[in-house]
């Protein structure tokens, strides 16, 4: 098996609230502007998925909105939206 590498200097592991060893790695990648969420269990990594720097504030608008409806609090135009 494989030895689990350590994360970037950012980044962030959350843990699945079903356990067996399930968590979402997130890590900032700055020499090549690239955000990698992976999936792993049991210390592998079982699947991946490289996020370009400029499309991160599209994700956290969605993650945002997202939070926003689950709390009842209306809706707000995306960062930087004009209009």
Do not use: K, Y
Not at 1 to 7: F, G, I, Y
Not at 20 to 47: F, I, M, P, Y
Not at 55 to 74: F, H, S
């Amino acid at each position: 098996m494989a030895a689990v590498r350590p994360l970037p200097r950012t980044g962030s592991i959350f843990f699945d609230a079903r356990g067996d060893d399930r968590a979402l790695r997130v890590s900032w990648h700055e020499e090549a502007d690239l955000v990698v969420v992976s999936l792993w269990r049991d210390n592998v990594c079982t699947g991946s998925f490289r996020l370009a720097g400029a499309d991160v504030p599209d994700v956290i608008d969605t993650l945002v909105e997202a939070l926003r409806r689950r709390n009842g609090t209306p809706a707000q135009p995306p960062l930087g939206h004009v209009g």
